[in-house]
Structures are given as structure tokens and as C-alpha cells.
């Protein structure tokens, strides 16, 4: 049974991740079937099928309300897992996140500054909460960078160290900004991760930063897996580790940055899957970054449905996928304190 599950298993996760979009696509306030919702999509996706029976305001639902935001957190979902496998690999460690460089707390210094500001302007179809925090983001990685590189070389414990500096540092402004200002409500909501009132353009902004980012790390999965015998062995067998580290960080920033300022900071996914895939599929990336990106995906569609349908109010996604993940970071700790890992 198990070495049938490991030779299909590929087909069973895809079976399982169509059938949560078109699940949680139905779930909802609107009283709409699975053979509706299917219908649905279908026609708009393929232009095939009949929906003359169905209401407008329920196509309406489906396809500019539900879809697009199911599709838009199976794809965070999958940039953050992707991200989570590269940041462990590349600095060796397994508490290693999307967010360890700063880069979501200069996104929410961004997005905090265009909500004090009340900076309302659109740019390509966007709002400036969502503009500010990309380019904060990357402006982030980009000092954190710079404060790390020690001639041609980056040094990870310091490149940790000035992340962590960079994001207690951003927090402080953070704080006084919510200190005086009284859009303190909204800074909160949006560090807490949401995926309310998402559209299509936020979709089509973050999909090729996810697709081209995923395409390169794969490129790179070969001297990942060499990277996890340490950087001296690595470079011994041929592998550049100091222009790796640079690739990896720049990629894996331009994903987070788009994704974080979209949704904001949805914590967890990024740590606690690659951890799950790493148990399932071996320590290989070749194998790491699809399954994770997937995987990443079905579990921030969940989280995400949970968090619009638990109660009337909306939850912010990021404290439902806090609640799932804060016990298995435990788990993590006690493992390593064990020696586990």
C-alpha cells in the first residue's frame, strides 16, 4: 500500500488540489452547489457549457469572488512553501522561513505608511498599500544585503543577524506610526494577512513572480541538495555558493515581496510544509519545490475558507494558519532540543 501511494502520489496530491479549489470555490455565505460552481468555471474557463439557468449575481460569485481569491491563496500558499524550502536549504536551518530577513517587515512599513498617509491613489489597477509594501520590501532585502556583504561574501550568520536587527527595527517605526495615528485598526488587519477583496489583477500581479521564481529555484535544486553537505564541501564539487546565496535571496525576496504585499504577513505556511513534504518525499528539491508548492497551496486554501466562514465576521487567514502552525514550531523545538534534527 505504501509503495503504491509513493509511485501515484503525485496524481493523488493533484487530485486532491483540484478537488479543494472547486470545494472551497462552493463554501460560502451564497447557497451555491458544487455542479453549479463546476459548471461555472467551466464554461468561462473552456467558453464550453451552458449557464443559461444561472443567476448572474451567482456567476458573479463564483467566478470575480471566490475563484480568483481560492486561486490567489493556492498561489501564496505555494510561493511561501517554495521560499521555505529554499531559505532552510541554502542557510542549513530548519526554523528558517520566507519572512527571516526582514523583508515582511518592511512590507508592512510600506503598507503602514500609505494607510497613515491615507494615500488612495491606483497604479495599473492596484492600490498604493499594495505598491508601497513591494517596493519597501525589496528596498529591505536590499539593505539587509548590503549591511551583510563583507567584500564579495556573504556570511550567513550575518546576513541572520542583520535581518533580524533590520525587522526589530522596522517594527519599532511600525509601532509608533500605529502609536500616532488612528488608522491603528487597519495597519493591525493588514499585518494579521488577509485575502478579503482580492481580484484577478492582484492575481495577474503576483503570477509571474511566482511562476519565473519557481522556475529558477528549480534550475538550482541540483546545487541546493549539494549546499545541505556545507558550503566548504559544496565548493569543493564545483558549486559558486556565494553567487547561489545571491540568486536565492533575490528570487526568493521578489516572491515574498509580491506576495506579502498582496496579503499581507501570512505566517507558518512557509515553515511548517517543507517540513511536512521533507517527511514525506526525502531531502531532494527536485522533489521539495513541487510538492511544496502544492501542498503550500491546499493548506492556505483551507486556512483561508476557514477564516471566511468560521463565524459572520471574517478572520484574518494569518491567525488561522498562526493557530495551525504555532503547535508544530513547538513540535520543531523540542525535536531539535532533543537533537532530532
Avoid at 15 to 32: E, P, R, S
Avoid at 191 to 220: C, D, E, Q
Avoid at 228 to 252: M, P, R, Y
Avoid at 315 to 334: D, E, H, R, W
Amino acid at each position: 500500500m505504501i509503495k503504491f501511494v509513493k509511485k501515484y502520489l503525485i496524481f493523488l496530491v493533484i487530485i486532491i488540489c483540484l478537488a479543494t479549489i472547486f470545494i472551497c470555490t462552493t463554501i460560502g455565505v451564497a447557497n451555491i452547489s458544487v455542479s453549479q460552481t463546476v459548471n461555472i468555471l467551466f464554461n468561462k474557463i473552456t467558453s464550453i457549457g451552458n449557464v443559461e439557468g444561472v443567476k448572474e449575481s451567482t456567476i458573479a460569485i463564483i467566478w470575480n469572488l471566490r475563484f480568483p481569491r481560492v486561486m490567489l491563496a493556492f498561489l501564496v500558499g505555494g510561493a511561501l512553501s517554495i521560499c521555505g524550502v529554499a531559505y532552510q536549504g541554502i542557510f542549513k536551518n530548519p526554523m528558517a522561513d520566507p519572512f527571516l530577513l526582514g523583508v515582511s517587515s518592511g512590507a508592512a512599513l510600506g503598507a503602514t505608511i500609505a494607510i497613515v498617509f491615507n494615500i488612495s491613489a491606483i497604479f495599473f489597477g492596484l492600490d498604493m498599500i499594495t505598491v508601497f509594501a513591494f517596493v519597501s520590501a525589496l528596498l529591505t532585502l536590499l539593505l539587509v544585503y548590503n549591511i551583510s556583504r563583507i567584500g564579495n561574501k556573504v556570511p550567513v550568520p550575518t546576513l541572520l543577524l542583520s535581518g533580524i536587527a533590520i525587522s526589530q527595527f522596522l517594527t519599532a517605526i511600525i509601532s509608533l506610526f500605529m502609536i500616532f495615528s488612528d488608522q491603528m485598526n487597519r495597519v493591525v488587519f493588514w499585518t494579521m494577512g488577509s485575502l478579503n477583496a482580492k481580484s484577478w489583477n492582484h492575481l495577474i500581479l503576483i503570477l509571474p513572480y511566482v511562476i519565473i521564481g519557481f522556475i529558477i529555484l528549480f534550475r538550482y535544486h541540483r546545487q541546493m541538495d549539494i549546499m545541505l553537505l556545507g558550503e566548504d564541501t559544496a565548493s569543493q564539487l564545483g558549486v559558486n555558493t556565494e553567487k547561489l546565496k545571491l540568486v536565492i535571496l533575490v528570487v526568493t525576496a521578489f516572491i515574498t515581496a509580491a506576495t506579502v504585499s498582496v496579503t499581507g504577513i501570512i505566517g507558518f505556511v512557509g515553515l511548517i510544509i517543507p517540513h511536512i513534504v521533507r517527511m514525506i518525499v526525502g531531502p531532494k528539491h527536485k522533489k521539495l519545490y513541487p510538492y511544496s508548492f502544492v501542498l503550500g497551496g491546499i493548506l492556505l486554501i483551507i486556512c483561508d475558507t476557514v477564516a471566511r466562514s468560521l463565524i459572520n465576521q471574517e478572520i484574518p487567514v494569518g491567525i488561522i494558519t498562526a493557530i495551525f502552525g504555532g503547535p508544530f514550531f513547538i513540535y520543531l523545538l523540542k525535536k531539535r532540543k532533543r537533537g532530532g534534527i
